[in-house]
């Protein structure tokens, strides 16, 4: 194989070459994404948070917000994503270790060729998670960390958001700027002279 083939190409013919650990491939993922759905109903039905999935909206606090979203991750990574990681890792190991070597040159060095560009997943790069702390440090500061969302009307909800957001800006606006207006002063108005 001294020509180049294209990507399209050069990963038909390894789909057609490994048709078993491609389909494989394709059963894990539907019976992973089973698993994950099935994992998160059971937490759901049983947890005490939330009341066994009979709890309204209003019944709700950011305390079993955070509760909910820590458990959930930690059931599913024991049941869902350790197998996963084992299954993958392991079958990935023997089929590596089956390959003729002149095929994993071709892998290796196909690797080798490509430029790997940084692609944007179009997430929130992290500062929604950011935000959803500091709200909740907000709401603990206000002594509403652990109220029930039906205690207050929706319009307290919203403007306690809107004022995380001027304290954010102002913890970490105010020391920018006078950073910012020392580096101007000492370094960039000097080169500019």
């Known amino acids: 194989m001294t020509e180049e083939l294209s990507d399209e190409l050069f990963w038909k013919q390894k789909i057609k070459k490994h048709l078993t650990t491609f389909i494989v491939i394709i059963i894990a993922g539907i019976c992973i994404v089973t698993g994950a759905i099935l994992v998160l109903f059971w937490f759901i039905q049983t947890s005490p948070i939330g009341l066994q999935g009979t709890a309204t909206f209003n019944q709700w606090s950011l305390d079993w917000i955070v509760g909910f979203y820590i458990l959930v991750i930690l059931w599913e990574l024991l049941f869902v994503g350790i197998p996963t990681g084992l299954f993958f890792g392991v079958g990935g190991y023997i089929w590596w270790n089956r390959l003729p070597d002149e095929e994993k040159q071709e892998f290796k060095?196909?690797?080798?060729?490509?430029?790997?560009?940084?692609?944007?997943?179009?997430?929130?790069?992290?500062?929604?998670?950011?935000?959803?702390?500091?709200?909740?440090?907000?709401?603990?500061?206000?002594?509403?960390?652990?109220?029930?969302?039906?205690?207050?009307?929706?319009?307290?909800?919203?403007?306690?958001?809107?004022?995380?957001?001027?304290?954010?800006?102002?913890?970490?606006?105010?020391?920018?700027?006078?950073?910012?207006?020392?580096?101007?002063?000492?370094?960039?108005?000097?080169?500019?002279e």
């Open 109 to 192: 060095a196909r690797d080798k060729k490509k430029t790997h560009t940084k692609r944007n997943a179009g997430g929130g790069g992290g500062f929604s998670f950011f935000m959803f702390i500091a709200y909740c440090i907000y709401m603990g500061i206000q002594g509403n960390y652990y109220a029930e969302f039906g205690s207050q009307p929706y319009s307290y909800w919203v403007y306690s958001w809107f004022l995380t957001i001027m304290w954010i800006l102002i913890v970490f606006g105010v020391p920018i700027c006078i950073i910012l207006l020392i580096v101007y002063l000492t370094v960039w108005r000097k080169k500019s």
